[in-house]
Structure formats: C-alpha cells, structure tokens
C-alpha cells in the first residue's frame, strides 16, 4: 500500500497550490479519502474529507471556501487546491484513506506560507 503526497512547497499568503496522493495497493474507489494537516506544535487535524463516489465533501471551518478536494478514481489520485493561503495554513499535509477498518496514511508533504 502506498500514498504519495505532492504538490508541497514554498507559496507567498494569497497564493494556490494544488496537492496531490496518488494511491496503490487497494481499490481507491472502495475508500473515502482524506487531507489532514499538522502545524508544528500542534495536533493533527481534518482539512477536507470526500467520499468514495466523490458526491459528498466536507471542510474544516478554517478552510471552508478557499480549499476544494476532488478525486479522480480512474487516476487513483485525491486532489486539494489551496487556494488564498494564509501563514496559518503553514503545515504538513497527509493524506488518508479510509474503508469500514482499513485506513492507511501518507507520508507527508510540505506547505510553507510566507512572504
């Protein structure tokens, strides 16, 4: 099983990024997926979720109109555009897979926001 993470990087507040996870080792469109994120010091927390036909989204309050995730399930690819970035989107991003006890995790990626 893998998920992997890109799209991470160096962006300036009211920037975009689009991160992407591509996904392996099991049926993608069986799985709701998920972005969480960590900022240092802090907990690990929800961004955005999807369901596995792509049909129901849901967001953090603090990203509620400037994100957007979307899945391409021919593609095996969960995707969250960030859009207008604040500072305090600085954070690890992870991507997640969920399916009834099976859940898996990705390694990670970088989002820096700073001028």
């Known amino acids: 099983v893998q998920l992997v993470e890109s799209g991470g990087g160096l962006v300036q507040p009211g920037g975009s990024l689009r991160l992407s996870c591509v996904v392996s080792?099991?049926?993608?469109?069986?799985?709701?997926m998920s972005w969480y994120r960590q900022a240092p010091g802090k907990e690990r927390e929800l961004v955005a979720h999807?369901?596995?036909?792509?049909?129901?989204?849901n967001y953090a309050a603090s990203v509620k109109g400037r994100f957007t995730i979307s899945r391409g399930n021919a593609l095996n690819t969960v995707y969250l555009q960030m859009n207008s970035l604040k500072p305090e989107d600085t954070a690890v991003y992870y991507c997640?897979?969920?399916?009834?006890?099976?859940?898996?995790w990705g390694q990670g990626t970088q989002v820096t926001v700073s001028s």
């Open positions: 997640y897979a969920d399916f009834v006890a099976r859940h898996f």
């Open positions: 999807i369901n596995s036909a792509g049909g129901t989204t």
């Open positions: 080792g099991f049926t993608f469109s069986s799985y709701a």
